[in-house]
């Protein structure tokens, strides 16, 4: 170990944080102003349905699609302008870290020379069930 | 709409802080346990772990290494144990179950933590449902006796080529 170490953590992790700023800021800035438009009430109650399930309000339908289809850095910009309670952000995560990414870390599984498609139905079939697991214990 | 524009502005600039305040020391951190290889040890200590989902020791560093990395350097290694031939597909194809549930604990832990949640209930939860999910499978998906013919193994290998 050296400043050398120190020196290479310390530029990796301003590369993340420039990677997550760069996601987070302007998904925050659109769900900000999504939330002052009847856009998103209108999502949200067509989601109600589905979210009620894992116990989270129909809006966190929008940081839960966006955390599987693009990152969990997007999820964050997207979950955090809605201002939601420790056990709603806690579900959330446990969902969004069972499943996230999901094209993109299927390329990766892909690569390893495995089918994908089924990996990517347990991933949110899994992540669902957490988050009704959750809701039940939180 | 200013008003909307400045709750963002100060709310995304706040939680980028909020973040970065935690990656940086992490990433320093991650550094250190590849300098000290950390990383061959960890596995080693692991090794009986991958004896519950059938896989041999050798498993026991790609998982480790998404485990602590994530999941692209998990696939690197994985990949470079097919062409030495040490993993067959099964094998693949059960580390590749076990990081799609459980990676990059520690950053993606933090993360979460830095934004409010309560984070080792959920950590916790994600390693335990990984270890029982690839227990179950290994269960319904026994491993070859050693010596016999393994039709994944030259399909991973044939892949490869």
């Not at chain 1, 966006?66 to 990152?71: N, S, V």
């Not at chain 1, 997207?78 to 969004?96: D, F, H, N, R, Y």
């Not at chain 2, 580390?95 to 934004?115: G, K, P, Q």
Request: net charge neutral.
């Amino acid at each position: 170990m050296s400043w050398n170490t120190i020196l290479r953590g310390t530029k990796n992790g301003l590369a993340i944080t420039w990677e997550l700023a760069r996601v987070i800021i302007p998904v925050f800035f659109c769900v900000t102003i999504l939330k002052y438009t009847p856009i998103l009430p209108w999502i949200s109650d067509l989601m109600v349905p589905i979210m009620k399930m894992v116990g989270l309000p129909g809006e966190a339908a929008l940081p839960l699609v966006l955390g599987y289809f693009l990152t969990i850095y997007a999820a964050i910009g997207a979950l955090l302008p809605l201002g939601l309670s420790v056990q709603e952000i806690t579900i959330l995560s446990v969902m969004l870290l069972l499943a996230h990414s999901l094209p993109m870390e299927a390329a990766v599984a892909k690569k390893t020379g495995v089918p994908v498609f089924g990996l990517i139905v347990i991933r949110v079939t899994l992540s669902f069930l957490a988050g009704f697991l959750f809701n039940l214990l939180l | 709409m200013l008003e909307i524009l400045w709750e963002a502005l100060g709310g995304s600039l706040i939680s980028v802080l909020q973040i970065a305040l935690i990656v940086i020391p992490l990433m320093v951190l991650i550094e250190i346990i590849k300098d000290m290889n950390w990383l061959s040890l960890l596995s080693r200590t692991l090794e009986p772990l991958t004896r519950w989902m059938k896989l041999p020791g050798e498993a026991a560093l790609p998982l480790v290494a998404g485990l602590v990395f994530g999941i692209s350097y998990g696939a690197g290694i994985i990949i470079q144990a097919a062409r030495e031939g040490t993993l067959d597909y099964r094998d693949i194809y059960m580390i590749n179950l076990f990081l799609v549930i459980c990676h990059s604990v520690f950053e993606d832990t933090i993360l979460f933590a830095a934004i409010g949640a309560i984070w080792l209930p959920v950590l916790l939860f994600r390693l335990l449902l990984a270890v029982i999910v690839c227990m179950v499978v290994a269960r319904f998906w026994p491993a070859y006796p050693e010596g016999l013919f393994r039709e994944g193994q030259r399909g991973v290998k044939s892949m490869l080529e």
